[in-house]
């Protein structure tokens, strides 16, 4: 159900293919620096309580509702309540 909402997020990449392209279509000053990392242990590292309530208020916003009528905020947000608290 997150799928088409995500893919509209100004920071979504496919994969990292399409983000090794745009990065290489970057110019850079001589001086900077990119750097990655791999997220370990994702789910222990983010405030869940936050979390939440940001998904929450996107998801329950009248333009987001407008945008994707395709979802039951309500029923989202209590699947991604079960996920984050148990996975």
Same mark, same amino acid.
């Given at each position: 159900? %997150?799928?088409?909402?995500?893919?509209?997020?100004?920071?979504?990449?496919?994969?990292?293919?399409?983000?090794?392209?745009? %990065?290489?279509?970057? &110019?850079?000053?001589?001086? +900077?620096?990119? %750097? &990655?990392?791999?997220?370990?242990?994702?789910?222990?590292?983010?405030?869940?309580?936050?979390?939440?309530?940001?998904?929450? &208020?996107?998801? %329950?916003?009248?333009? &987001?509702?407008?945008?994707?009528?395709?979802?039951?905020?309500?029923?989202?947000?209590? +699947?991604? #309540?079960?996920?984050?608290? #148990?996975?």
């Amino acid at each position: 159900m %997150l799928q088409p909402i995500v893919k509209v997020q100004h920071a979504y990449f496919k994969d990292s293919f399409a983000l090794k392209r745009e %990065l290489g279509a970057l &110019t850079l000053p001589a001086n +900077a620096s990119l %750097l &990655t990392f791999d997220a370990i242990s994702m789910y222990t590292k983010i405030d869940i309580d936050d979390c939440i309530e940001c998904l929450s &208020t996107f998801l %329950l916003d009248a333009n &987001t509702q407008i945008k994707f009528p395709h979802y039951s905020a309500k029923a989202l947000i209590k +699947a991604i #309540n079960i996920v984050m608290r #148990n996975n």
